[in-house]
């Protein structure tokens, strides 16, 4: 009988297990984190809280936010991966 176990990680990439695995990454970009004040020595940030693409991906207005309209890389990043792997259980010599 084969089983699967599922490990969503945040960060890093350390392989989980011995057997056959997949890794499935997933990138999210939270709130934006220009700072709007900078020019004059301040700090003030303006609110968005999660990137949201102006155009089709793979045109430029695609790394654009439409709700503040920062570039992307303003905004946190957010990578999570996903660890699949398969295995076997070893069988079991006594029943309980």
């Given at each position: 009988m084969?089983?699967?176990q599922v490990v969503v990680k945040r960060d890093g990439s350390t392989r989980i297990c011995t057997t056959s695995s997949s890794a499935?990454?997933?990138v999210r970009y939270a709130e934006c984190q220009?700072?709007?004040?900078a020019?004059?020595?301040g700090y003030a940030v303006d609110g968005c809280r999660e990137f949201m693409a102006s155009g089709e991906e793979g045109t430029s207005d695609a790394l654009t936010c439409a709700a503040c309209?920062?570039?992307?890389?303003f905004h946190r990043r957010e990578v999570e991966t996903e660890v699949v792997c398969e295995y076997s259980p070893p069988?079991?010599?006594?029943n309980r």
């Open positions: 084969k089983k699967r499935i990454r997933s220009k700072n709007h004040a020019g004059i020595g309209g920062c570039h992307r890389n069988p079991n010599s006594s």
